[in-house]
């Protein structure tokens, strides 16, 4: 067998290292945590898929971390893939029932929220969030998506799950408008580093935000979810559900984080679903 033949280990990208699972647990299952139980697995389809076909049994506060994710899920039945141990591919189990459900629907603006403040703490890097689920990071001078969030209703909670590219290489992209952390000069990309801080921070918004019965005005998240929204004050095209196309420039986030787009007619529509195009210009250009 020569070298290039060889099966690959989990030790064969150096730069790469697999994640430290008693590690991880002794730093974030503690009594009294949001978080119960962390499991590791090498390869997955998708941790979403895995968690959600267990959720009738599982504790709120599971966490599923997979070292490579082969059938990843994003919104509109995209796909997510990337190389083993280049970014961190996780999902959460989350039962707020104490919240009104008509609320859950805040549910992954917070974990983007969460997201963008624990890995602008961890990774030194300044993120945005583009509405409702893509997490932003600027390389030359260009907004790109590094990350993803994807919620899906399962059992009597929801599943919440997370695709980061963290160490990916320019010629590892895939596609010219994406990006990685180490693209973006992040200071560390220590995986654990990350996945702690994210899950730390997911940890705050989550109760903070059912502290509040799910009020995100009370509990800081519209602000906050606002306050890092570079889709906020940008000339977008919303595809919405039917075929139906609306433009105009995104000017808030009401009370039930919808996008509020003010049209050229004069009038503010709320988007509750929908594929959201940032525009550049009057040539209307895509960022």
Not at 20 to 47: F, I, K, M, Y
Request: charged share 20%; hydrophobic share 45%.
């Amino acid at each position: 067998m020569t070298p290039s033949d060889a099966p690959q280990s989990r030790w064969s990208d150096l730069d790469r290292p697999p994640l430290n699972v008693p590690a991880l647990r002794r730093g974030l299952l503690r009594p009294g945590a949001l978080w119960t139980a962390l499991d590791v697995v090498e390869s997955t389809g998708s941790t979403n898929t895995d968690l959600a076909a267990r959720a009738a049994s599982l504790s709120e506060g599971t966490v599923l971390v997979a070292e490579e994710q082969t059938a990843g899920r994003g919104r509109l039945e995209r796909t997510w893939t990337a190389p083993a141990r280049s970014g961190l591919f996780f999902s959460v189990y989350l039962t707020p029932g104490n919240v009104p459900a008509e609320r859950w629907g805040w549910l992954p603006l917070l974990t983007g929220v969460a997201a963008a403040t624990g890995l602008a703490r961890a990774a030194g890097v300044d993120m945005a969030l583009k509405w409702p689920n893509d997490l932003l990071v600027t390389v030359d001078s260009q907004e790109r998506k590094t990350g993803g969030i994807l919620a899906e209703r399962a059992g009597d909670g929801v599943v919440i799950g997370i695709g980061l590219n963290v160490s990916l290489r320019a010629d590892e992209l895939p596609a010219p408008t994406a990006a990685s952390l180490a693209l973006a000069g992040a200071v560390s990309v220590d995986r654990e580093t990350l996945l702690r801080g994210v899950l730390r921070s997911l940890e705050h918004w989550y109760g903070l935000w059912r502290d509040a019965d799910g009020d995100a005005a009370a509990s800081g998240l519209q602000e906050a979810y606002a306050a890092g929204c570079a889709t906020l004050g940008k000339a977008v095209r919303a595809q919405l559900p039917g075929d139906r196309v609306l433009t105009g420039e995104a000017v808030a986030i009401d009370g039930d984080g919808r996008l509020v787009l003010s049209t050229g007619d004069g009038l503010r529509e709320p988007v509750s679903a929908g594929d959201i195009v940032h525009l550049r210009g009057a040539e209307g250009g895509l960022t």
